[in-house]
């Protein structure tokens, strides 16, 4: 099945006027939303047939969110593991994740449709951050709702958006995480539909929200298809792997990879992972694989990274699982604070804690052989962690984690000691210019 | 007799029953059971509360219906809930379940009529009337198809928001009922925000009942007895009994 490889027009397409990926996606939405919805998809649809918006978009990209953002390629992480582990760095886009490339995408949209406001939910706070910002970029103002319990915890990133002169409304319902911030949201949205835009933070909601973000962060996909060509023998990678909340930095990469013979592979949290545990539901206007309990209530999630903590899966995703094109996999929150660890320790690149989910994956996957030595795995690391270090701080440190000082290298691995680059990786076209200075 | 339907979330306390009683002795002409969900996305926090009380309770779809099943009611029975615990069912089961427990009408406030199919053919072949809802927004073909698919009734929803107590009716609600009437014979019930019997007596020259739901769980949420709440809607059913239409 994981084999099976569709024709691109299939894959990752238009979802047409119902917004359907298979039998996942729709517009579920009380009937007050259905004509706000129909009209963004309208305005959706003009705008990204017209090159004066891709224009626009594309040059905020460049000149204000840092892109192209780097791919780099993990050296020494790589010599450790046996494979070619390039990173898509996201973390470098302005705002530090790559929710930036969706909000400015949709604040654009949201003036040319001529709103003053722009009403997000927030988990992490990451979307709320890139929300404020792009809200004081393009003088909208922002509301946020975010969860009682993840304001708690994501107190940089709340300080922020006040900084930024967004508004943050705690919503104290519920798990008091993003399911809730995400049903407040809505409930908002209802009463201020003519000036305001709500701007949703993931490949998820009704129709058009899903595909209409999975273009926003196609960015990240088409730019590591090119910059892979140039930096890999083989061209493409063997493997695409990203992390899955609601699944748009994945979606995004995916979609750059869809019609190649890349395997993709999603990674969501074990505590919330709503394609391996979750079955067929509905839940803020679409339906896809959601965590729910035996009476159909939606259960709540739990995970280390907030921007994972979400019962539910952007309905693409369940129809990539559904037809075999992806396959999602799940990390445990003990496997993922390690993999923070050794990523910041191997590359000098402390990774969100939900980036960091992808990367234990394929530490994981490497280390058990399932990914075949010299293997190219394209792993995209949606954010930096910053906004994590508080939590990183209160979490049990990792066992058989390095010293803080002495040997840079962990002990057994195939590097020179003090090497701050050892070019083991056989998959690189050439050696950077790191090699050199050895 | 204008109708008049207040609305109760199902297993809100151990004795929720009594408050169907109470509600059908003193002027309700059907009552709405919300079947509690998780996530209401159409509700305020008064019926939010409601529901997640009555879950924290241990109330189910099944608890509930079984509880009603063995309430012998003479007015019809509509339940409203939210789309994913008929998905969780199937649309099939649900109908038959609800059938069989007595309830006759349903509304689900997150199923617009392009995603309604499937649950429409499973409620008819199961006797269930599925009634629609109508939003200020609803552009004018699509209230008219919503007012052509929709059974027993049309639920109009009077203001852009959720469910909650308002000091008056929204000129949206009146504007929305008019419209629905001149498309339609079929009852046009106005809801949301209908908070007190002079709200109702209002509405009654519009449309042809009132949906009466925040106000009364309010109560009920505050303690408010069976018969507490009887004599709160009797009010009500007074209210609209007074105005000659
Ligand atoms: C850094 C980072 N990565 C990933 C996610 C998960 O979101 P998605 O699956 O939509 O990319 C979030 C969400 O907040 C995030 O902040």
Redesign the interface.
């Known amino acids: 099945m994981s084999d099976l490889v569709l024709p691109a027009e299939r894959v990752m397409a238009e979802p047409g006027e119902l917004g359907r990926f298979g039998e996942h996606g729709g517009r579920f939405v009380p009937e007050s939303l259905v004509p706000a919805c129909a009209r963004l998809e309208e305005g959706f649809r003009e705008a990204w047939s017209d090159p004066s918006f891709h224009r626009d978009l594309e040059r905020l990209l460049t000149v204000y969110a840092g892109r192209p953002t780097a791919l780099t390629p993990a050296w020494r992480l790589s010599a450790e593991l046996g494979i070619t582990v390039l990173l898509k760095r996201e973390d470098l886009a302005h705002t530090g994740s790559h929710k930036i490339n969706n909000v400015l995408g949709q604040a654009l949209l949201a003036r040319r449709m001529g709103k003053t406001r722009l009403l997000a939910e927030t988990g992490a706070g990451q979307h709320g951050v890139a929300t404020a910002t792009a809200g004081a970029l393009l003088g909208l103002g922002v509301t946020v709702y975010m969860g009682e319990k993840d304001i708690e915890r994501q107190a940089l990133n709340v300080f922020r958006m006040k900084m930024l002169g967004a508004e943050v409304v705690p919503v104290t319902s519920g798990s008091r995480t993003l399911k809730d911030a995400t049903s407040e949201a809505m409930r908002a949205w209802v009463t201020c539909l003519d000036e305001a835009h709500y701007c949703l933070g993931s490949v998820m909601g009704p129709h058009p929200y899903p595909w209409m973000v999975r273009e926003f962060q196609r960015v990240i996909g088409d730019e590591a298809r090119r910059q892979s060509a140039a930096e890999l023998s083989t061209g493409i990678p063997d493997y695409v792997v990203a992390c899955v909340g609601g699944g748009s930095n994945a979606a995004g990469t995916f979609a750059g990879f869809a019609d190649t013979g890349a395997r993709l592979i999603g990674v969501e949290a074990a505590g919330g992972a709503a394609v391996a545990s979750g079955r067929t539901g509905v839940l803020h206007g679409f339906r896809s694989y959601l965590l729910q309990d035996e009476n159909g209530q939606v259960s709540e999630a739990h995970s280390i990274a907030p921007g994972l903590d979400y019962p539910g899966v952007g309905p693409e995703h369940a129809y990539l699982n559904d037809i075999g094109r992806a396959r999602y996999v799940t990390v445990s929150d003990e496997e993922v604070v390690p993999a923070v660890h050794r990523l910041a320790r191997t590359e000098g690149i402390l990774p969100a804690l939900e980036s960091a989910h992808a990367i234990a994956w394929v530490i994981r996957a490497a280390e058990s052989g399932e990914l075949p030595p010299f293997s190219t795995v394209l792993v995209t690391l949606s954010g930096r962690g910053d906004k994590d270090v508080a939590t990183l701080m209160e979490a049990p440190a990792p066992t058989g984690a390095p010293a803080p000082t002495g040997a840079p290298v962990p002990t057994g691995a195939p590097v020179p000691t003090g090497a701050p680059a050892p070019m083991e990786a056989p998959a690189l076209k050439e050696a950077p210019a790191l090699k050199e200075e050895q | 007799m204008k109708g008049l339907v207040p609305y109760l979330t199902g297993g809100i306390r151990p004795d929720w029953t009594r408050y169907l009683r109470e509600y059908e002795r003193n002027g309700a002409t059907a009552i709405e059971i919300g079947l509690p ?6 509700d ?1 926090p008064t019926i ?1 509360e409601a529901s ?1 009380r009555a ?1 924290r309770a241990g109330a ?3 608890t509930i219906l079984a509880e009603v099943a063995a309430t012998k009611m003479t007015i019809p029975l509509i339940a409203m809930t ?4 008929v ?3 199937g649309p099939e089961l649900f109908c038959r379940e609800l059938a069989d427990a007595g309830i006759t009408g349903l509304i689900v ?4 009529i ?2 309604a199919g499937a649950l429409a053919a499973a409620a008819e072949k199961h006797g269930v009337d599925l009634t ?8 004018p073909d ?1 209230l008219a198809e ?1 007012a052509r698919r929709s059974r027993g009734f049309i639920y109009a ?1 009077s203001v ?3 469910t909650g107590e308002r000091d008056q009716i929204a000129e949206s609600g009146i504007r929305l009922a008019g419209e629905l009437r001149r498309l339609t014979d079929k009852p046009v019930l106005l809801a949301f925000g209908i908070s007190r019997p002079e709200h109702a007596a209002a509405a009654a020259g519009v449309c042809d009942g009132v949906v009466v739901g925040a106000a009364l769980m309010r109560r009920i949420l505050d303690g408010g007895t069976p018969e507490e709440l009887g004599a709160v809607l009797g009010g009500f059913r007074r209210a609209l009994d007074s105005v000659a239409v």
């Open positions: 969900f998780s996530d209401p996305i159409l305020g939010q997640d879950l189910s779809v099944a939210y789309y994913n615990l998905v969780h069912r406030p997150d199923l617009p392009d995603e629609l809802l109508a939003a200020p927004t609803t552009q699509r919503i929803i852009m928001g959720t």
